[in-house]
């Protein structure tokens, strides 16, 4: 369950292993992997360019975005789930993660 024994301390886990663990398997088909962020404001760093860190965090977590979403089953119920993935810049909200989220909102509201 992924807690120290000895302290009941919770340690780290990836939105694909909590993914795993809530729910029903063979459910999960992650939605609108296809978006992708564009940069109309070309943020501007010393230390890396913005578009450098978010591939460097893509081959890092295997991840395209710091979250997955899709509508899957918990104990054979339908839900519309998003899980934000610590590892992939802290959980950082771009404009695709928004996106994604109000995607999964709109599709949540349609189909369950």
């Known amino acids: 369950m992924n807690i ?3 302290c009941r301390y919770h340690l780290k886990m990836s ?3 909590r993914i795993e663990l809530l729910i029903d398997r063979g459910t999960w088909d992650p939605m609108d992997e296809d978006m992708v962020s564009l940069y109309p404001i070309e943020f501007y760093s010393e230390e890396e ?9 893509q081959r890092k977590t295997g991840l395209t975005k710091a ?3 899709d509508i899957g089953q918990l104990n054979g119920i339908p839900v519309a789930i998003g ?30």
């Open 4 to 6: 120290c024994e000895q």
């Open 15 to 17: 939105s694909s292993d």
């Open 49 to 57: 360019p913005y578009k450098d860190r978010i591939d460097s965090y």
């Open 67 to 69: 979250i997955q979403t």
């Open 83 to 112: 899980v934000m993935d610590f590892q992939f810049m802290g959980g950082s909200m771009g404009s695709v993660v928004g996106e994604k989220i109000a995607c999964l909102i709109e599709h949540a509201a349609n189909q369950i």
